[in-house]
């Protein structure tokens, strides 16, 4: 299985990015995903998951009301719609299952 981002990038404070992870895997749909942060010198932390099915989600208080995690099973592709865009979200976002992507680098 492999887990590819991307859509990083740099914006200014208030703007919006949509980040997307593309899955290798043709049983994508029978995985709960999530998406992870990590700033520089801080630990990696959970920003959204997602249910199988998409019917559930969840979020950081940090970022509730401004990002938004969906997913495509049908192109086992996973999202990460960011508004209203904060310095304190610059980070590099990871998504998740099983396994770990490389990265997508976003600078607010």
């Known amino acids: 299985v492999q887990l590819v981002e991307s859509g990083g990038g740099l914006v200014q404070p208030g703007g919006s990015l949509r980040l997307s992870c593309a899955s290798s895997?043709?049983?994508?749909?029978?995985?709960?995903m999530s998406w992870f942060r990590q700033a520089p010198g801080k630990a990696r932390e959970g920003v959204a998951a997602?249910?199988?099915?998409?019917?559930?989600?969840a979020y950081a208080d940090s970022v509730k009301g401004r990002f938004t995690i969906s997913r495509d099973n049908a192109k086992s592709t996973l999202y990460l719609q960011m508004n209203s865009l904060k310095t304190e979200d610059t980070a590099v976002y990871y998504c998740?299952?099983?396994?770990w992507g490389q990265g997508t680098q976003v600078t607010v």
């Open positions: 998740a299952t099983a396994v």
């Open positions: 895997d043709i049983a994508f749909g029978d995985y709960a």
């Open positions: 997602i249910s199988t099915g998409g019917g559930a989600t």
